[in-house]
């Protein structure tokens, strides 16, 4: 590991290769994000953790959304609350996409594949995971504080990390109601006739 930072811009860009390598193997980025602090200090950390985070989730997105969006679309046509809230998601890509990224308990590499079977455009995908700053600046940091690879590994838990927790675990369930609301009323807006149109009694 140490061979990342004694090799300068090298070391950098070599490192984000393997950031996308194992995005690409739904690897778990915390840890990741952890090392980054470690090897790098906080704010090249935190900086060369948001990066490849961003870069290791375009790869999935593209291959889910070009390979498996439409096979995924025809499975949905029976499941309509599934396709609802796919399209809803898709309405409302920007703010999804950045808080479900703010998590730290949502993982990661899920949602590089999940979202590209959703409607989520590519621009609201890219603006959305700006999100990713927060998680990539709290594992930078406890990488940053710790004193070596095992300390890393094993994720030194003091106060910080549990009260970052405890607020990424009522994000997640404010995120999970939000979802489903925004997913209820596109199936109510789908449901109602078109302007200008009587229902039939």
């Known amino acids: 590991m140490g061979w990342f930072p004694e090799h300068g811009v090298v070391g950098i860009f070599a490192y984000l290769l393997l950031y ?4 690409l193997f739904v690897a778990p980025a915390s840890f990741h994000k952890f090392v980054s602090g470690l090897l790098f200090g906080f704010w090249a950390g935190w900086a060369i953790a948001f990066v490849g985070a961003c870069l290791g989730a375009i790869l999935p997105f593209w ?4 390979y498996l969006y439409e096979w995924m679309d025809g499975k949905l046509k029976s499941k309509p609350m599934l396709k609802a809230l796919k399209q809803a998601v898709g309405n409302d890509g920007v703010r999804c996409v950045l808080l479900t990224r703010m998590s730290l308990v949502i993982p990661y590499p899920f949602l590089n594949y999940g979202y590209g079977l959703t409607d989520v455009t590519w621009k609201d995908y890219l603006v959305g995971n700006s999100g990713m700053v927060v998680p990539g600046a709290l594992y930078a ?5 710790a004193n070596g690879i095992a300390t890393a590994m094993s994720e030194t838990r003091d106060w910080t990390y549990w009260t970052a927790m405890g607020a990424s675990l009522i994000l997640t369930v404010w995120v999970i109601y939000y979802l489903r609301k925004i997913t209820l009323a596109h199936i109510e807006a789908s449901s109602e006739p078109p302007a200008g149109m009587v229902q039939e009694p």
Not at 63 to 66: A, D, L
Not at 141 to 145: A, C, D, I, L, Y
């Open 20 to 23: 996308i390598v194992l995005a």
């Open 141 to 145: 940091w406890w990488g940053s504080q």
């Open 63 to 66: 291959i889910t959304r070009k």
